[in-house]
C-alpha cells in the first residue's frame, strides 16, 4: 500500500462546481452499510455528532460524497493542485499547510504517470472515524487507470458547515 505523503491521516471533501457538474450522482456507485470500520484516514479535528437518518439518507449522502470525490479527483488529474487545496475541507488545509501540499503532491502522483481512466467502486456512509471520532464521513474506493499503474485511490469527505461534501483524507494502493 503506498499511502500519499501527508494525507495518510486525513480526509477531504469538496466544493467543485465545474468539476463535479459533469458527473453523474450514482454512476457505477456501490453503496455498502456501514460495517463499524473506520475510513482510511481521519483528523484530530472532532466534527459534530452524527445524526440518527435512514437508510434511504445514508444512500444519498454516499451518492453525495462519491460525486464530490470525484470531482476533486479530476483536479488532482488535470495538476489544479492550488484549487484541490482550497476545495478541501478546513481540517485538511489546517493539517496540511499549502506549501506542503504543493510539494508533497505531485511527488507523490508522479510514478502514477498522467491520468487514463476511473470507475467509481464502493460509497461507504459512516458515523464514526479511526479513534472514535463521531461525525459523517463517506469514503470512496475508485479503480483507477494511470499510464505507469493501476491503482485504488480512496477518498474520505465530510460535510462541512455549508452542507458540502469537503475532502478530508486521500490515499492509493
Not at 3 to 17: D, G, H, N, R
Request: hydrophobic share 40%; proline share 6%; aromatic share 6%.
Amino acid at each position: 500500500m503506498k499511502l500519499i505523503p501527508l494525507l495518510a491521516a486525513l480526509c477531504v471533501a469538496t466544493a467543485v462546481t465545474g468539476a463535479s457538474a459533469q458527473l453523474k450522482s450514482g454512476s457505477g456507485v456501490q453503496l455498502k452499510p456501514p460495517q463499524g470500520t473506520a475510513p482510511p484516514a481521519t483528523s484530530a479535528v472532532t466534527p459534530a455528532a452524527a445524526p440518527a437518518i435512514s437508510e434511504r439518507a445514508r444512500t444519498e449522502r454516499a451518492q453525495a460524497g462519491a460525486l464530490a470525490a470525484a470531482g476533486w479527483l479530476t483536479l488532482l488529474d488535470r495538476r489544479d493542485w492550488g484549487r484541490a487545496w482550497e476545495t478541501a475541507s478546513a481540517s485538511f488545509r489546517k493539517d496540511v499547510p499549502l506549501d506542503a501540499w504543493m510539494d508533497g503532491i505531485p511527488k507523490s502522483r508522479a510514478d502514477l504517470g498522467p491520468f487514463m481512466e476511473r470507475t467509481t467502486g464502493e460509497a461507504v456512509y459512516q458515523t464514526a472515524a479511526e479513534g472514535g471520532a463521531e461525525g459523517e464521513y463517506v469514503s470512496v474506493v475508485f479503480k483507477s487507470r494511470f499510464q505507469n499503474k493501476l491503482a485504488e485511490e480512496i477518498v474520505t469527505l465530510t460535510p462541512e458547515a455549508d452542507g458540502k461534501w469537503r475532502i478530508k483524507g486521500y490515499m492509493t494502493r
